[in-house]
């Protein structure tokens, strides 16, 4: 069983800045990949960036050169630093860890970023 708890969400004016932290525990050796993907209201969720336990990064071609995707193994702990935020990443940010040993997608319970003036 692995735990997801996110933190870093809030309201924040464009161009405005925030930094998202997923800590996983429970039995969490077996994790290979944890990032980060999006619902806004109304949309289907989207892949916003993922990162492998080797380094290995998949991010969101309209997020790239703002968002960065980083990660902790010591602390098992991933992080999505969003800069220049516009309203359009207004959205739910759920975090995300897949076990390739047991083909299971384990997700966070949410955190709402909100983008406005």
């Known amino acids: 069983q692995v735990q997801l708890v996110e933190s870093g969400g809030g309201l924040v004016q464009p161009g405005g800045s925030l930094r998202l932290s997923c800590a996983a525990s429970?039995?969490?050796?077996?994790?290979?990949?944890m990032g980060w993907y999006r619902q806004a209201p109304g949309k289907q969720r989207e892949l916003v960036a993922t990162?492998?336990?080797?380094?290995?990064?998949n991010v969101k071609d309209s997020v790239k050169g703002r968002f960065t995707i980083s990660r902790d193994n010591a602390k098992n702990t991933v992080y999505l630093q969003m800069i220049s935020l516009k309203p359009e990443d207004t959205a739910v940010y759920y975090c995300n860890a897949y076990s390739q040993y047991y083909e299971y997608n384990y997700w966070g319970q949410g955190t709402q970023v909100t983008v406005s003036s």
């Open positions: 990162m492998t336990t080797g380094g290995s990064t």
């Open positions: 429970g039995i969490i050796f077996n994790i290979y990949r």
